[in-house]
């Protein structure tokens, strides 16, 4: 299968600078991941929220992303979710974190998930929470990007695999994994280039685009206007920026050979 990774080649340059572990996220992954042995993960980039002492083995398409990877991370390959190649029930659990967005045939790597092991952990962004937040305001062509656009929501999750329970995952302040959401309360960092562009949403807009909103973000601090707007935020420890922790089971059917 055919898999595009010039997206991640061009939006996972800095991921390993701006996209660290936020320890609170880690806490609530940690918590999820229960008594499993080994773990596969995948669309793993940098090595973001892997856990430590079980064995774990990392997949990503992009060599930009798993040449960041820490000396003391786990040991990765580059593949496709949508094609894993590993025999069924490879594994105990496969995690998966703020990437299905990119996939390029979300119920196909579900499914394949499903396959290699009877237990999944997804992180995710659920599209319907975020449309009010602040920032699609200034940047209002990301609600048209593919990433967006496509992007699975949990009833897309439930179609391919049985999901025990959602967690919503609160984004904190000063909130150190920078995804779009992480700067809710700290809207001066949506100026800074190199913060832009680890966000996906941001990074794949034009040239253009992004300059007008920025200019436009950088007015409204300046006036005052963005305070008086979303001042209250900037004292508030905790937002919900649509995160939410999936812990699902594979269906029997999943994997099981054909007649």
Not at 16 to 35: F, K, M, N, W
Not at 120 to 144: A, G, H, K, N, S
Not at 189 to 215: I, N
């Amino acid at each position: 299968m055919r898999h595009d990774t010039v997206r991640y080649d061009r939006i996972g340059r800095t991921y390993a600078h701006t996209r660290t572990a936020e320890p609170a996220i880690a806490v609530e992954i940690e918590a999820a991941l229960g008594e499993v042995d080994t773990i596969l993960n995948v669309g793993a980039g940098t090595g973001s929220y892997e856990p430590t002492g079980r064995a774990l083995l990392a997949l990503d398409p992009s060599m930009a992303m798993l040449v960041q990877r820490p000396p003391t991370a786990a040991p990765a390959i580059r593949g496709v979710v949508e094609a894993l190649p590993f025999a069924s029930d490879s594994f105990d659990l496969v995690t998966a974190y703020l990437t299905l967005h990119h996939w390029t045939d979300p119920k196909t790597g579900l499914t394949e998930m499903a396959r290699v092991a009877p237990r999944q952990l997804i992180l995710l962004c659920e599209p319907l929470q975020t449309v009010d937040f602040w920032l699609v305001d200034y940047f209002p062509e990301m609600r048209c990007l593919d990433v967006e656009t496509t992007a699975p929501r949990i009833d897309d999750v439930a179609d391919v695999v049985d999901i025990e329970e959602v967690r919503t995952v609160l984004v904190p302040a000063n909130c150190r994994d920078g995804f779009a959401a992480a700067y809710w309360n700290r809207p001066e960092a949506y100026l800074d280039p190199v913060v832009r562009d680890g966000m996906s949403v941001v990074a794949l807009l034009s040239d253009d685009v992004k300059a007008k909103a920025v200019e436009r973000l950088r007015s409204d601090l300046s006036d005052g206007t963005w305070d008086r707007l979303h001042g209250h935020l900037r004292s508030e420890i905790a937002f919900d920026g649509g995160l939410r922790l999936l812990l699902t089971r594979s269906r029997p059917s999943v994997g099981a050979p054909t007649q």
